[in-house]
C-alpha cells in the first residue's frame, strides 16, 4: 500500500520537526554549559584576587617601603574620590 503525498508531507514534516527539537534540546544544553563556565571563571577570577590581595597584605607586613608606597596610593584614591563625590554634589 503506497502512502499518499499528504501522508508523505506530514511524515516530512514530523522528521523536521524532530530534528529542530533535537537542535533546539542541544543549544539549550549549550546555553547551559556556557553559563557554568563563565561562573567558573567568575569563581577563578575571584579567588585569584583574593590571593593576589593575601600576597600583597604578607608583602606590605614585610616590606616597608611597599607599605609606605600601597598606602600613598589608597590616600591619592581616596582624595580623589571625596573630590569628586564634592563635584557631584555641586
Do not use: C, V, Y
Amino acid at each position: 500500500m503506497a502512502a499518499t503525498p499528504r501522508e508523505k508531507i506530514l511524515a516530512r514534516r514530523k522528521r523536521l520537526e524532530a530534528k529542530q527539537n533535537k537542535i533546539k534540546t542541544f543549544q539549550e544544553k549549550l546555553r547551559q554549559e556556557e553559563k557554568r563556565l563563565a561562573a567558573m571563571i567568575h569563581g577563578q577570577e575571584e579567588m585569584k584576587h583574593k590571593i593576589i590581595g593575601r600576597i600583597m597584605a604578607k608583602r606590605m607586613e614585610d616590606d616597608q617601603d611597599l607599605k609606605a608606597w600601597f598606602g600613598q596610593e589608597i590616600e591619592g584614591q581616596l582624595t580623589n574620590r571625596q573630590e569628586r563625590d564634592l563635584f557631584s554634589l555641586e
